[in-house]
Every structure is written in structure tokens, then in C-alpha cells.
């Protein structure tokens, strides 16, 4: 069941609780990131966390770090080292804490609170010898993601960092944050978490690629003292002043990282379709992504059957193991009507195809233009939904397997990017900022629902397709989640 975390957006200093495991062994600090976890405990031994258990790795480190740079760390002495063919590799240079948390950059602070950083270039490099920028300022504990990077001062106070880029890992300015901390750490989808010098852990709101500062601090409710905090995949890892460890859950939407990177996802008809960057074209059979030959921008699966646009705005309709080419240009296409077929072309101007058109072999079909301006359009059993170049949310009503132009549109509260809608009517969205939400209240009776609720999923996304209980979730750099919901 998806259950929706409170968070009392209007006031700062919420509290959201957390359900936590606890995790055998003893640490003193920890990194998670890329899909893995390091650790290393008060004998600066060093762990790797494998199929549930901690695995000793040679070497003696007392801080490390994961993350799309790579697995680095730094020892008692401040010497760096960088995990490389299975074996700690000492590069020059001095910190004695280290973040690979960036595009593929490294940062950290030295012994007296300078702050260094590696552009991608060097992290990337074999080479012993690596050239470090100085960032100004001074920091105790710096750490970078995908919208910039978080850091603290021997103060406590915080500083985000602005235009820190894979080629700029500098940045080029610097913004206090209200609130006090003596760590903070940012997760691989922009996320960030902290602990203060009370041991509570808090939580950024609110931050996206628009707005990567957020809006407020959430005071997470963990019912213990904790020293440490990191974050990936959902994941929240934290560690007590005994060294004891946690491992919690940060949303309550029962989601799994799928394997894959995909730019659009549809699910539908107990099916799911994707395209990837390359506009490779995938399929989700018995839990593996199956590759399917042609090139696709946008794919949709329902019970019209499996269609998809290329980056020309051909369509394509899947037919006797085939793509067939069909009349017609669309940018963007739903199977996900009763039958029919539904989307937006380049001038966001909107077309159909009734039942009896998606159903014939005919390469030559009959759209029937819709009134209107829409930039993304889907279609379920009780009426369509879009959203136009403005964001605006619109339903259609008296859409039927042989009259899919509908009859009116009635404009819906909200701000949307996208919408989709389920085979059962359900409807799904992501909003500007990469939140999604699911429009309560639809039935029968009533195809426009009541309200919008916010999923709390964890991480922004970019899309999101709904069928039989699984919501599938893009983030912005093409992760995919699968996360069951009981609607």
C-alpha cells in the first residue's frame, strides 16, 4: 500500500517518522551511494555491505566514500587512496574527509578546513598524480550531488554551493542555509539529510533542479542520537554515538530500483514498454528488460496494443512482431483508452483513432482532430486527461471507443508536466519540480476525482505510468522504480 508521509507543508519544523532496521555490526561512519554501501568502524577496518552481510576489504581508512566517482577514502594521516582493480591505489593530495557523491566528481575538506574538489576529468584518470582546485571558504564536511553541493563550517552553520558542474566542480558562489549542523550529506538524486549537534537527523524539503536549496528543514523522528547520516535509493543509513547502525526507509511507497535507464516509461494491459536516451526500445518480460528492435522517442502499451513515435513523429504500430509504419505524425501517443488511440503532435495539436481504426491493418487511418491544445494526452476508461505548454490540467468527457473526440473540456486545479492515466481510471503526474501526485476521489460517477495527493517517493522524477498495482517512477537521470500501490 502507498501511504502518503505527512509533512505539514505549510510549516517549518516538521517532523516525519521513519521505520528502521537495525543492521549487525559497528561503524563510525558510512556512504551510500550508486546502489552501495561503505563503512569503516572506530579500527578504521574498512566494510563493503554485500547480499546483507558487511565484508572486510584490506586496508585501514577512517573516513570512505561511494558514488558515481567511483569508492575513495582517506586514511588517519589524511593520505587519499581511490579503489582500483580491487586494490586501495594512494593518489596525491591531502583531506581528511572525502565525498564522490557529485557528476562523477570528488570533493572534501583537508585538516584545516580548506575545501578541495577533482573535476571528472581527473577522477576518471588512472593517474597517482591529480590536480585539485581550491573551492574559497572553509568548511568541516562537504558533500556534492546532481543540483550542487551542501557543506558545514566549524560553526555548524550551512552553505550550499552554487554551478558546481563535472568540468566546474568549484562552483561559483555561495548561499547560506538557515539551521545548524555538524554533517551534512546529498544524495545521487539531489536529496539531502543532516545531523545536528543534538544528534537529530533532519531532511531538506523541497529541492529540485529549479530549486535546488529546497524550502525547510523536517525533523525526522528516529528515536535515538545519531552521529552520522547517508542516503541512496530510498535508503536512509544512519548510525548511532555507539556506532550502532540503522538502515531506514524514507517513503512508505514499497519501491524497487529497477535495473536500466530509460527516458519514458508505459505501463498497461499487464505490459510494460520504455525507450532510453539512444531511443532504444525495451520491453519488461520475466523481470528483464528485453530489447526490441527500431528506434522510438515515446512508446504506449494498453488495450489499442503497443504503438510508439520516433524523433521524425512517425508512428509506429507493434503488429506481427513488427513495427509497422501507419499514417499520421504525433510527438507523443496513448493506448491506454478503451481501444482507442489518443495524442499531441509537434504544434501540441491533439488527434484520435476509435476502435475500429486501432483494430485495422490499415496503414491508412482515419484521426479525428480534437479542439483544443495539449502537449501530453493519455486516456483511460472514464475519460482523458492532458496538460498544455502552461501546465494546465484538463479532462475530456464523453470519450467512447467510437467517439474518442470526446465532448468538452473542464480544467482541473494543479500544475502538471504530465499526466497518465491507469487502465482501472486511476490518473498519475509530475509536477515542475519532479513531485508526483495521484488524483483521489475518481470513479464512474465521478471521472475527475476530489483533490490531488503528493507521493512521498524519495527521490524527483521525471515520469511516471501506472497498471494493476505498480506505479513505474523515472527520476530525472533515468533511474526506474517500480513502487506497488494499492489505489
Known sequence: MLHILALFLLCAGATAGLQCTVIPGNLKQVDAGAGKVYGVNDNDNIYHWENNEWKHLPG????????????????????????QNNNWFNVSGLLKQVDAGGNKIVSGVNGEDSIYCLNKQQTLSESSDLIYTNIEGSLKYYSCGPFGCWGVNSANNIYYRFGVTSTACQGSRWQQ??????MVEVGADGSVYGVNSAGDVYERDGISAKN???TYWIDLVIGFSARHVTYDAGELWLLTLKGDIYRCETNDNQCTVMPGNLKQVDAGAGEVYGVNDGESIYHWVINEWRLIPGKLIHVTVGPAGVWGVNSGNNIYKWQDNNWVLVSGSLKQVDAGGNKLLSGANGEDLIYCLNKDQTRSKAVELNYIRIEGSLKYYSCGPFGCWGVNKDNKIYYRYDVTSTACQGSRWQQIPGSLVMVETGADGSVFGVN???????????????????SWTQLNTGFTASHVSYDAGELWLLTQRGDIYKCEVNV
Not at 508526483?436 to 476525482?449: E, H, L, S, T, W
Open 60 to 83: 585501514k581508512l577512517s573516513h570512505v566514500t561511494v558514488g558515481p566517482a567511483g569508492v575513495w577514502g582517506v586514511n588517519s594521516g589524511n593520505s587519499i587512496y581511490k579503489w
Open 177 to 182: 542555509i538557515e539551521g545548524s549542523l555538524v
Open 212 to 214: 535546488p536549496i529546497g
Open 432 to 450: 515542475s519540480e519532479g513531485s508526483v501526485y495521484k488524483r483521489d476521489g475518481i470513479c464512474a460517477n465521478n471521472p475527475i476525482g476530489t
